[in-house]
């Protein structure tokens, strides 16, 4: 999409993939680590879950914690929304029904390699951006543009991430 398009109301995605030289079950067992890419990213610091939950399942609940030089640091509590084993995770921040944003992990086997893709969605629901870009609505697509540019760069390091260690694991390149 062209930045200068750029609407909080149309729910800008962004979408990163990686092959990884290891097969499915491995990688799988690395992303449904929900900690794991406060290893890479330069926001995401860590990951808990809430109610009693060990792992995934639809309606297992997390709250993550970020930090941001700009905002500082909060939490979102998360509600996983679809659960796959070894193909799908997909989870809403704050409110499911409205969530401030979707993100969702697959995995897909080409041979003995796997294709993980990590894809988000801004919005709909209420977040700290909507309330940026309702304070200064004449900046919305450069607010939008700049953080697109920011979840493309830790994304793309989190799944790096995880391919070299899949890969170090297996004993493939790293």
Known sequence: MDSAGLRYT?????????LIDAPTEAVWELVTDMSLPSRFSGEFQGAEWLDGATGPA??????????????????TTSTIVEYQPGRCLEYAVQDPAQPAAR??????????????????????GPSPLRSAIEAAPEK???????????????????????????????????
């Open 10 to 18: 149309d729910g800008p995605t962004v979408e990163v993939d990686v």
């Open 58 to 75: 639809v309606g297992a609940r997390f709250v993550g914690t970020n930090e941001h030089p700009a905002i500082g640091t909060w939490q």
């Open 103 to 124: 993100w969702r992990i697959t995995l897909e086997p080409e041979g003995d390699r796997t294709r993980l893709r990590q894809w988000m969605r801004i919005g709909p």
């Open 140 to 174: 919305e697509a450069r607010i939008l543009d700049r953080r697109m540019s920011e979840l493309r760069r830790n994304m793309t390091a989190t799944v790096r991430g995880i391919k070299e260690l899949a890969e170090a694991a297996r004993g493939g390149p790293a």
